[in-house]
């Protein structure tokens, strides 16, 4: 027999092996909650992962062995209904299958006339939808809201300066180009100007106010200083639900001085954007179908599997203009394989591609848009009540306005920064909960960002009498020595 290639000599063999699999992930996501959500690696384990490059193969049920003894339980916890830290999304079992169709079929949606690149149309038309966009705005899949926010400083870029920029770079440009957002802005926007080449110094962090959202009047007042400079203003970033608290700009004021100001108007709204979803809540973003760009995930209140980030430019031309080039190896035909143009890859920097819109088409189809936009709903609903136990709790503290699905909330007592971060280590250890911590003011915060559809109220309960718990014994400890 032949085994020259790579598949299997007996396909029931593996029809068989690959139900098993499928089946320890399927009871796996039913299980979850009789897991602890996190737990460290032990040493032992990561020994495993330190061995030389394979030169024969081994066995697939061994290997799918060591990937559930080693890989499955020591991972992050973002599907379990305890993690609350940082902004990750739960994921879903439709999600897992619609992967493995994608993983199936090893389709490279860089281009070409085939319809994976249909379906992510779809998405960038249901995106149009969900937004106000025009019909002929653009839209593409990322990896996430970071890589989008930067695809947007170039599109924003070569908008203003024109196509000549890609040949000429910035260094010789005589206009110096200043980007504005709050202070309580991503770190990948910071990021973003270093790879930009717009320089962070060319980043203007404008303050909040008590809310947390961008003070515009002293927006107003950096760009009128910066043009007395002879800079030149082009762009402002607002946030829609900030990392930390979860705010929300001004989108309509923005818009409106982005317009009278003639700077391109950008929304980092990773989490936030999809806010659209939630009938009572769509209005917080009020002023996003202004933008000239939107980046947001998929993958955090999406539910879609990791990754999948998305960007939606109104200005197709000059979304198209950043990125297509003119290679030879990537003509386009009328007919044939190498018909439908414009390709993905005329809209980003990635030649080759992966299936990134299947996994998004199904949850979208799957659940539908209402049962999406519920859970924002409840996740927030949840956020607001664990905010009310806080503030009526003498021992606990409130750092922050709650304004969607993120709390941030302290232990009272002695050098509470360290208390509070010791609380959060033993919370993760437990395996109960995962929060994070932030910084408010000067204050160390726990922060609960509620993303994931499994999360209940009992969840936020446990970690509540948890909290308390831990932190009757750290301050007691404390007092006897
Ligand atoms: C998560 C997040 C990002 C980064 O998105 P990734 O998908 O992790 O790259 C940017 N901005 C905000 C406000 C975020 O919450």
């Known amino acids: 027999m032949d085994n020259s290639s790579l598949d299997p000599l007996d396909w029931d063999e593996l029809r068989a092996q690959g139900h098993r699999m499928l089946d320890d992930m399927l009871d796996h996501l039913q299980h979850l909650r009789d897991r602890p959500v996190w737990q460290p690696t032990p040493d032992e384990v990561r020994q495993h992962w330190n061995s030389p ?100 400083l170039w599109v924003a870029r070569t908008a203003r300066l024109g196509p000549e920029v ?55 007042q950096a760009v009128a200083d910066d043009r007395k400079k002879g800079f030149t203003p082009f762009l402002v970033i607002g946030t829609a639900g900030t990392v930390d608290v979860g705010a929300v700009d001004d989108l309509n004021q923005l818009a409106r001085f982005c317009a009278r100001e ?37 993958h955090k209140w999406g539910q879609v599997p990791y990754d999948a980030g998305f960007l939606l430019v109104r200005h197709e031309a000059a979304h198209r203009e950043t990125f297509s080039s003119p290679a030879a190896y990537l003509q386009r035909a009328q007919h044939g394989t190498a018909g439908g143009s414009p390709w993905p890859c005329d809209y980003g920097p990635d030649l080759s591609r992966g ?84 910084i408010i003011g000067s204050a160390l915060a726990i922060r609960l960002a509620v993303v994931n559809h499994r999360t209940r109220q009992g969840d936020l309960d446990a970690l509540l009498h948890q909290v308390l718990h831990l932190g009757h014994q750290f301050t007691n400890k404390e007092d006897s020595h």
Not at 167 to 196: D, E, R, T
Not at 377 to 392: D, I, K, P, S, W
Not at 402 to 413: A, D
């Open 262 to 298: 003639k700077l391109w108007f950008h929304v980092d709204g990773a989490f936030g954007a999809l806010l659209r979803l939630s009938p009572p809540l769509s209005t917080r973003v009020d002023g996003i179908e202004s933008a000239d760009s939107i980046a947001f995930d998929f």
């Open 166 to 220: 890609k040949q000429n770079g910035l260094s010789g440009h005589p206009q110096h180009l200043i980007v504005y957002a709050s202070k309580a802005v991503h770190g990948c926007i910071p990021q973003a100007m270093n790879l930009s080449g717009l320089g962070t110094r060319a980043l203007r962090l404008i303050p909040v106010n008590d809310r947390f959202e961008m003070d515009l009047e002293a927006l107003e």
């Open 355 to 438: 299936f990134r819109a299947l996994k998004t088409w199904f949850t979208l189809k799957a659940y539908g848009t209402e049962r999406l936009g519920a859970v924002i709903t409840r996740t927030c609903q949840l956020a607001q009540t664990f905010a009310e136990r806080v503030r009526a709790v003498p021992a606990l503290e409130l750092l922050a306005p709650v304004s969607l699905n993120i709390v941030c909330f302290r232990h009272r007592g002695p050098q509470a920064d360290d208390l509070n971060a010791r609380i959060v280590v033993a919370l993760q250890e437990s395996g109960v909960a995962v929060p994070s911590t932030t």
């Open 53 to 152: 490059l394979p030169l024969q193969g081994t066995p697939l049920p061994d290997l799918h062995a060591q990937f559930m003894s080693d890989v499955l339980p020591y991972a992050v916890g973002n599907a379990h209904p305890g993690f609350m830290g940082w902004v990750h999304g739960g994921g879903t079992p439709v999600g897992m299958l619609a992967e493995m169709l994608a993983a199936g079929l090893n389709a490279n949606v860089g281009g070409r006339d085939q319809m994976p690149v249909v379906v992510e149309r779809q998405i960038v038309q249901w995106m149009r939808e969900l937004y106000g966009f025009p019909e002929d705005s653009s839209g593409i899949f990322v990896t996430g809201t970071s890589q989008a926010n930067l695809m947007a």
